[in-house]
């Protein structure tokens, strides 16, 4: 039972590039969430998806798409990474009670910009 | 503007002692708050949920309180040991439901043998 899986750990990214973060989770639940954690600022909602198909903003979604084409994984996509998006990314994901079990969360991948 | 405050200082014990943390809010209404904790390179863990109705809530050593008037909760940390030192994250749906998780930056915990 692996919970939520984050793939790559670590990636350094050249000003420009592109990549795609995978999220997988084994548990079958239907939000699924990607954050990123600054120093000092705490976590920020990036994108977020209530179920299969469906994806929505949160905070801070600007340089970021993802998409949900199967229940069981969460892409985030970044088409040109800037220096700002030098952070540590953060899956998670939920079920559909009313939040008793909270959120369950990847172990995050940190990704450099340079 | 909408806000969640922890303290930014870490907050150091001594083992045995009840550590207490704090979490204020402004300008939401959360119908619950939820707590977690992060090690270092690790991802966060939930610990423990609270509604708006309720005034305290324990699990084993841990203990949380919401006063909604003084848009505050407090977590505490009983018989506190050198294991318990982490980051402990409050969070909060603004909208009242489950959908969207804000955070607080959280407070360090370092319990000192």
């Known amino acids: 039972n692996a919970g939520v899986t984050q793939t790559p750990k670590f990636r350094v990214l050249k000003t420009g590039q592109s990549m795609t973060l995978l999220c997988a989770q084994d548990?079958?639940?239907?939000?699924m969430y990607w954050y990123r954690q600054d120093p000092g600022m705490g976590l920020r909602l990036i994108h977020y998806?209530?179920?299969?198909?469906?994806?929505a903003k949160g905070e801070v979604p600007d340089g970021y798409n993802v998409s949900r084409l199967k229940k069981q994984n969460f892409l985030l996509g970044l088409e040109s990474a800037a220096p700002s998006q030098t952070s540590v990314y953060f899956c998670?994901?939920?079920?559909?009670?009313?939040?008793?079990?909270?959120?369950?969360f990847g172990s995050g991948t940190r990704l450099t910009v340079v | 503007s909408q806000k969640i405050e922890q303290n930014s200082e870490a907050l150091n014990i001594q083992e045995g002692k009840t550590a207490t943390l704090t979490c204020n809010y402004t300008n939401y209404s959360p119908a619950y708050l939820q707590w977690y904790r992060q090690d270092p390179g690790r991802g966060p863990v939930f610990l423990l949920l609270i509604r708006e109705n309720e005034k305290e809530k324990r699990k084993e050593r841990l203990k949380v309180t919401f006063d909604t008037t003084l848009k505050q909760s407090l977590f505490h940390i009983t018989a506190s040991q050198p294991a318990d030192s982490a980051t402990y994250l409050c969070a909060l749906d603004p909208s009242g439901g489950y959908n969207k998780l804000i955070f607080g930056a959280g407070t360090r915990l370092a319990v000192h043998p």
């Open positions: 998806s209530v179920g299969e198909g469906t994806t």
């Open positions: 998670a994901s939920r079920d559909s009670t009313g939040g008793e079990h909270g959120y369950t």
């Open positions: 548990m079958n639940h239907e939000y």
